[in-house]
Nanobody, 125 residues
Framework: QVQLVESGGGSVQAGGSLRLSCAVS????????MGWHRQAPGKERELVAT???????NYADSMRGRFTISRDNDRNMLYLQMNSLKPDDTAVYYC???????????????????WGKGTLVTVSS
């Protein structure tokens, strides 16, 4: 079992910064890639950024250069540093993890990722 709990959301003014955290518990060794997604009111969930186990990152175009994703495997934490925030960044931000699907003590992967319950970020003009 893997559990993801986001924190760090809140209300900030445009141009400000926030750092989101995702605490990972359970079978952390069975996690492969991790990432952040977000969902604005009335819109579909979209990718924000991903990071592999070796630190390789990928960002959506609108977030590249402003957001930084990182993971601390020793502390079982995932972070999203958000700078130069815009009102369009207002959304619920979700932490997710992709199971490895192999390895000692790890269950097989059946296409179901782990998701947190989200943390709300509100950016005012």
């Amino acid at each position: 079992q893997v559990q993801l709990v986001e924190s760090g959301g809140g209300s900030v003014q445009a141009g400000g910064s926030l750092r989101l955290s995702c605490a990972v518990s359970g079978d952390t060794k069975c996690i492969r890639a991790m990432g952040w997604h977000r969902q604005a009111p009335g819109k579909e969930r979209e990718l924000v950024a991903t990071v592999t186990t070796d630190g390789t990152t990928n960002y959506a175009d609108s977030m590249r250069g402003r957001f930084t994703i990182s993971r601390d495997n020793d502390r079982n934490m995932l972070y999203l540093q958000m700078n130069s925030l815009k009102p369009d960044d207002t959304a619920v931000y979700y932490c997710n993890a992709v199971p490895r699907g192999y390895g000692s003590g790890c269950p097989p992967y059946y296409g179901i990722d782990y998701w947190g319950k989200g943390t709300l970020v509100t950016v005012s003009s």
